[in-house]
């Protein structure tokens, strides 16, 4: 089966930059998309395509994605950006989706 | 607005069984694919299953596959998730998602529902 791997936590400082990284082997050969779940409520998709965003996201949130690793970047940070955020690809060899491990971001 | 709204959930024993719903509204809902995913107490999110917009296709996740099946009334802008044989480790809150665009598969899931509660005791 196909494995997604996020460092469990990343912080950062109000207005300045995270990257959380999402590994996939040959992850690059794949479509990526991005979930922010905050506590108690149902996850959003920030993240599409690995790096359109739905309308009503912030330009602040944006995305890349090159050979095993894709990345979700969250510039200019705010306190309500802290949430898990979770990475997404189509296993196409079975046809399962699968959810990286979720990353927990901390606005210090 | 576009919506989905979850329904069923409850405590069940070990070895039983429950059908969830996911209404749907806001939206022509027999042009949508929809998933189930489920999220464990504290734990990551996990796919389970989706059925495509006219119900030909259909997929689980190995962990409830012969346990689990999705059917739609498109009639009733309802999805449902019959639920079978229920194991501890299938104790969660389940969301119904829909899929990102129209007819085609598009990979990524972009309305969710709030979520409804199984636990299984």
């Known amino acids: 089966s196909y494995v997604l791997t996020q460092p469990p936590s990343v912080s950062v400082a109000p207005g300045q930059t995270a990257s959380i990284s999402c590994g996939g082997n040959?992850?690059?050969?794949?479509?990526v998309h991005w979930y922010q779940q905050k506590p108690g409520q149902a996850p959003v998709l920030v993240v599409y395509?690995?790096?359109d965003r739905p309308s009503g996201i912030p330009e602040r949130f944006s995305g890349s994605n090159s050979e095993n690793t894709a990345t979700l970047t969250i510039s200019r940070v705010e306190a309500g950006d802290e949430a898990d955020y979770y990475c997404?690809?189509?296993?196409?060899?079975?046809?399962?989706?699968?959810f990286g491990t979720g990353t927990k971001v901390t606005v210090l | 607005q576009v919506q989905l709204v979850e329904s069923g959930g409850a405590v069940v024993q070990p070895g039983g069984s429950l059908k969830l719903s996911c209404v749907a509204s806001?939206?022509?809902?027999?042009?949508?694919?929809i998933h189930w995913v489920r999220q464990a107490p504290g734990k990551g999110l996990e796919w389970v299953a989706f059925?495509?917009?006219?119900?030909?296709?259909?997929y689980y996740a190995d962990s409830v596959k012969d346990r689990f099946s999705i059917s739609r009334d498109n009639s009733k802008n309802t999805v449902y998730l019959q639920m079978n044989s229920l194991r501890g480790d299938d104790t969660a809150v389940f969301y119904c998602?829909?899929?990102?665009?129209?007819?085609?598969?598009?990979?990524?899931?972009?309305?969710w529902g709030e979520g409804t509660t199984v636990a299984v005791s």
């Open positions: 059925i495509r917009y006219d119900g030909s296709d259909k």
């Open positions: 806001g939206f022509t809902f027999s042009n949508y694919g």
């Open positions: 395509d690995d790096s």
């Open positions: 040959k992850i690059g050969s794949k479509s």
């Open positions: 997404q690809v189509w296993h196409s060899s079975d046809h399962r989706y699968v």
């Open positions: 998602a829909r899929d990102g665009g129209p007819y085609f598969y598009y990979y990524y899931m972009d309305v």
